[in-house]
T-cell receptor
Framework: DAGVTQSPTHLIKTRGQHVTLRCSPI?????VSWYQQVLGQGPQFIFQ???????GRGNFPDRFSARQFPNYSSELNVNALLLGDSALYLC??????????????FGEGSWLTVV | DAKTTQPPSMDCAEGRAANLPCNHS???????VYWYRQIHSQGPQYIIH???NNETNEMASLIITEDRKSSTLILPHATLRDTAVYYC???????????????FGTGTRLQVTL
């Protein structure tokens, strides 16, 4: 079975541009979360979606937005890119409700470099 | 706002058991403890998780103290491929409680040597 898949794997953007990152959860998983991992640090929570609704949001500016589609895939959008947005963006999926103790699986991430 | 404390680094000889400690003294009664590892900034790999009872799977064992204020991840026979950063994480509720997040700290860098 396919795990959590993310695209693109690597990309380079210029300051001020916009980026869209995509995530396909494991089949049957309805909950998708996004995390940002800056080099040398642990991942930080950005968003959680369940059944196409935003259920949680981390301490990130409004330049960050996301959505979940009827097939439970998800997009993370970042506007007006800053150099500090350079990071590994991780998508995670789980079965069941977000508040339950389910196993959470991560994708390999999308490496974003802002120049 | 990580709720866990881990040693920054540990060494382990190949073939020996690796015991990675974690303190989570402020954990709430319904919060789970998760362990992940990350190799060369790949996506975090799930290892194991638990609430109160000890857990074991094909990768590792998780020992949670009775007061739930600390836990230990045990890799029974460490190999060179187990060299990684290991994160002990408490899954906390977000917002009104219908969501949750994993709060990563800085982890333990485990170095397995010959």
């Amino acid at each position: 079975d396919a795990g959590v898949t993310q695209s693109p794997t690597h990309l380079i953007k210029t300051r001020g541009q916009h980026v869209t990152l995509r995530c396909s959860p494991i089949s049957g998983h309805k909950s998708v979360s996004w995390y940002q991992q800056v080099l040398g640090q642990g991942p930080q929570f950005i968003f959680q979606y369940y059944e196409k609704e935003e259920r949680g949001r981390g301490n990130f500016p409004d330049r960050f937005s996301a959505r979940q589609f009827p097939n439970y895939s998800s997009e993370l959008n970042v506007n007006a890119l800053l150099l500090g947005d350079s990071a590994l963006y991780l998508c995670a999926s789980s079965q069941g409700t977000p508040a339950s103790g389910n196993t959470i699986y991560f994708g390999e991430g999308s490496w974003l470099t802002v120049v | 706002d990580a709720k866990t404390t881990q040693p920054p680094s540990m060494d382990c000889a190949e073939g020996r058991a690796a015991n990675l400690p974690c303190n989570h003294s402020t954990i709430s009664g319904n919060e789970y403890v998760y362990w992940y590892r990350q190799i060369h900034s790949q996506g975090p790999q799930y290892i194991i998780h638990g609430l109160k009872n000890n857990e074991t799977n094909e990768m590792a064992s998780l020992i949670i103290t009775e007061d739930r204020k600390s836990s230990t991840l045990i890799l029974p026979h460490a190999t060179l491929r187990d060299t990684a950063v290991y994160y002990c994480i408490v899954r906390v509720a977000v917002g009104t409680g219908t969501a949750s997040k994993l709060t990563f700290g800085t982890g333990t860098r485990l170095q397995v040597t010959l």
